[in-house]
Nanobody, 112 residues
Framework: QVQLVESGGGLVQPGGSLRLSCAAS????????LGWYRQAPGKERELVAT????STNYAESVAGRFTISRDNTQVHLQMNSLKPEDTAVYYC?????????WGQGTQVTVSS
């Protein structure tokens, strides 16, 4: 019943920037944690960044380059200084008292 939808993925050159957004069908107020995960070919899905009321966390590989933020309706991931190794499908994640939810994923490709 709850749906998370990502947008903003695409093809960028190394060193470029991209901003991902994720919207929940019923709004984001019921989510006590929201974040982003990614999965590259041949690898397991890994945490990129999460944000809750009292905590913001980043994977070491993206710290200093990526920024997670919220507004009234969406959670965003600003990705700067992108590297080819950032290439992956990025998934929005959120958890409510009813359980976890995942978006469908959006492809981010960093290539020259």
């Amino acid at each position: 019943q709850v749906q998370l939808v990502e947008s903003g993925g695409g093809l960028v050159q190394p060193g470029g920037s991209l901003r991902l957004s994720c919207a929940a069908s019923g709004g984001i107020l019921n989510f006590y944690i929201l974040g982003w995960y990614r999965q590259a070919p041949g690898k397991e899905r890994e945490l990129v960044a999460t944000k809750s009321v009292g905590s913001t966390n980043y994977a070491e590989s993206v710290a200093g380059r990526f920024t997670i933020s919220r507004d009234n309706t969406q959670v965003h991931l600003q990705m700067n200084s992108l590297k080819p190794e950032d290439t992956a499908v990025y998934y929005c994640y959120g958890a409510t008292h009813n359980g976890p939810y995942w978006g469908q994923g959006t492809q981010v490709t960093v290539s020259s």
